[in-house]
């Protein structure tokens, strides 16, 4: 699986170039490999991205600002979304990737897989009394 960042190269905007270096400074942090695909300097990038991003994440304009991040030909999100997905530690399940053996991110996941073992498992097993004299 490749993850795809979409970006301008070639940005007068330094909010973009901002998000697009949080991005990519994050994902080498956690040692993720990506492909950078310019949209400044190739029109087939800009078209793709442009034709792949979901109808309700365009901004009203239509024209998605970058960064935008794909894993294969499947939407992830923008910059927004990744946000919030790393300040809830859920980067790698943003991405569609399995988060690495002892990371927060497995460690919560884990978890939350075992309460949701335990629930299931205390709707098919009626609990047990016992009572001591």
């Known amino acids: 699986m490749v993850i795809k960042v979409f970006l301008a190269s070639l940005s007068g905007s330094t909010a973009i170039k901002k998000k697009q270096q949080d ?11 990506y ?11 800009r ?9 309700e994440k365009k901004p009203k304009n239509g024209i998605p600002l970058p960064p935008q991040i794909f894993n294969e030909e499947n939407y992830c999100g ?5 946000f919030d997905a790393k300040e809830g530690n859920q980067v790698f399940e943003f ?9 927060k991110e497995a460690l919560l996941q884990n978890r939350t897989n075992l309460e949701h073992h335990v ?15």
């Open 95 to 103: 991405l569609g990737l399995p988060p690495p053996p002892g990371s």
């Open 23 to 33: 991005v990519l400074g994050f994902l080498d942090a956690l040692k993720i490999e």
């Open 78 to 82: 923008d910059y927004d979304t990744f």
């Open 35 to 45: 492909a950078e695909m310019d949209i400044a300097s190739n029109e087939e990038n």
């Open 119 to 133: 629930s299931d498992t205390e709707a098919v097993i009626p609990p047990t009394f016992i009572f001591l004299s």
């Open 47 to 55: 078209m793709w991205m442009r034709e792949n991003v979901p109808g």
